[in-house]
């Protein structure tokens, strides 16, 4: 039965185990569905634990000051990123790597739980400064649980079936964003109370729980490991890796230009707002503007990733880079009129080309990576790449002291950029 339903969510032909172990190969149906329950219960409590929409949302309603509100996307995604170098050569001395993800599970529960508590119980700069610690808190755990989930999908999940995993979790996640959107605009209405967001961070440190419960029992085949001492230190190795793999150097700048789809949404909802067509009262509204692209977008760019995960990111980068230029266009030479609709439009389509271009990256680096290669893969790019984000991330708010449209056309430029580089990155999936 679970060999059925496997077939039935993924598309088996095609791929092959890299081990060539049978015993591996056996297990692939039952670890699949494990990766894809876990990974979705982790991805529905994302939607909650959200920088870009439910948190903002609640730090203003607790009366936080707007400084602290504009600290909570750093520290969500540079602080998930930053740590994975460091932490990769100890996870590698981990015969199975499946604990890690346990552990960060487990991190991000108690986060999210401290989260909830803090909103019920304090308010103003108190409750801020102990939100924003718990995030810190939350995207550690996060570091954890991105690090060792590619390298234990490489060891346990054949090429050709990777992305279609990824694809599905994203869908659930998008179903949970939906879901999580109409509950907010209808049950709380145009004021989403603290209590009923403070109750809505409980139940989602709960997904978490049930996450790490299912993935504690993924069968991993046991790695070899990289002995304490004879690991040359995080920096070397990464610098190492950095200067002489020339395809994973490309990668990096691929995935840096691909900030374009990444950065862009805040920016859109800001124009929406000084167009006066915005506000908190569309929290609901993007929430659900997100989960419906990921349902629509998650299965149907994970079979593409699996095809060509090269192609998925390039054409991903373009179709942003254009969309953002005809937004800009558009707010040069209309009128107010309909553009809450196209502002909305442009949204949800933004997200639908992220959701591609993230699910391309994150098969792109298991695929290009032998099985051992993968956890240093993964944690160094993740590092550079939380670099870059406060780099570009810092450029592009200066960028935004000049007008929203001048960071939007930089971003839009990073799109045109990624598009021909793309190019250049050689095929690493099975069918090429």
């Given at each position: 039965m679970t060999e059925r339903i496997y077939s039935q969510l993924v598309r088996t032909s095609g791929g092959q185990q890299d081990s060539g172990d049978r015993?591996?190969?056996?297990?692939?149906?039952?670890?699949?569905?494990?990766?894809?329950?876990?990974?979705?219960?982790?991805?529905?409590?994302?939607?909650?634990?959200?920088?870009?929409?439910v948190l903002p949302w609640l730090l203003s309603?607790?009366?936080?000051?707007?400084?602290?509100?504009?600290?909570?996307?750093?520290?969500?995604?540079?602080?998930?990123?930053?740590?994975?170098?460091?932490?990769?050569?100890?996870?590698?001395?981990?015969?199975?790597?499946?604990?890690?993800?346990?552990?960060?599970?487990?991190?991000?529960?108690a986060a999210t739980a401290a989260m909830a508590v803090a909103a019920a119980t304090l308010a103003g700069v108190t409750a801020g400064v102990a939100i924003l610690l718990a995030l810190a808190l939350f995207a550690?755990?996060?570091?954890?649980?991105?690090?060792?989930?590619?390298?234990?999908?490489?060891?346990?999940?054949?090429?050709?079936?990777?992305?279609?995993?990824?694809?599905?979790?994203?869908?659930t996640s998008g179903i949970a964003a939906v879901?999580?959107?109409?509950?907010?605009?209808?049950?709380?209405?145009?004021?989403?109370?603290?209590?009923?967001?403070?109750?809505?961070?409980?139940?989602?440190?709960?997904?978490?729980?049930?996450?790490?419960?299912?993935?504690?029992?993924?069968?991993?085949?046991?790695?070899?490991?990289?002995?304490?001492?004879?690991?040359?230190?995080?920096?070397?190795?990464?610098?190492?890796?950095?200067?002489t793999d020339a395809p994973f150097r490309r990668f990096v700048v691929m995935r840096t230009l691909l900030f374009v789809s990444a950065l862009s949404p805040p920016f859109l909802v800001t124009l929406a707002v000084e167009q006066g067509t915005g506000g908190l009262s569309g929290l609901g509204l993007f929430v659900i503007a997100q989960g419906l692209a990921r349902?629509?977008?998650?299965?149907?760019?994970?079979?593409?990733?699996?095809?060509?995960?090269?192609?998925?990111?390039?054409?991903?980068?373009?179709?942003?880079?254009?969309?953002?230029?005809?937004?800009?266009?558009?707010?040069?030479?209309?009128?107010?009129?309909?553009?809450?609709?196209?502002?909305?439009?442009?949204?949800f389509l933004l997200a639908l080309i992220h959701t591609g271009v993230r699910v391309g990256r994150k098969t792109y680096v298991v695929d290009m990576a032998s099985a051992d290669q993968v956890t240093q893969y993964v944690a160094v790019s993740n590092t550079l790449m939380g670099v870059l984000l406060l780099l570009t991330g810092g450029v592009n708010a200066a960028l935004a002291l000049l007008g929203v449209q001048v960071a939007l056309a930089f971003l839009a430029v990073l799109g045109f950029v990624g598009y021909f580089v793309g190019r250049t990155l050689p095929e690493v999936g099975v069918r090429g």
């Open positions: 015993k591996t190969e056996r297990d692939v149906p039952a670890n699949g569905l494990r990766l894809i329950a876990a990974n979705a219960l982790q991805n529905i409590g994302d939607q909650v634990v959200n920088a870009g929409t309603a607790l009366g936080a000051p707007v400084g602290l509100v504009g600290l909570l996307v750093p520290i969500r995604e540079s602080g998930s990123l930053l740590p994975q170098a460091a932490l990769s050569p100890r996870i590698r001395q981990r015969r199975q790597r499946k604990w890690v993800w346990v552990a960060g599970a487990a991190l991000q529960a550690f755990g996060r570091a954890l649980c991105s690090i060792s989930s590619k390298d234990v999908m490489a060891r346990t999940i054949p090429k050709g079936q990777r992305g279609q995993i990824n694809g599905i979790s994203t869908l879901t999580i959107g109409l509950g907010i605009r209808l049950l709380a209405g145009d004021e989403a109370g603290v209590s009923a967001l403070a109750l809505l961070l409980g139940s989602a440190a709960l997904t978490w729980v049930a996450g790490l419960l299912i993935y504690m029992t993924v069968r991993e085949p046991a790695a070899e490991t990289t002995p304490r001492e004879e690991s040359p230190g995080w920096w070397h190795e990464s610098w190492q890796l950095l200067t349902m629509i977008g998650g299965r149907y760019f994970g079979r593409l990733a699996d095809r060509s995960s090269r192609r998925l990111m390039t054409w991903g980068a373009l179709l942003a880079a254009v969309l953002i230029s005809t937004v800009l266009l558009f707010d040069t030479l209309t009128e107010v009129g309909a553009v809450l609709w196209v502002y909305s439009l442009g949204y």
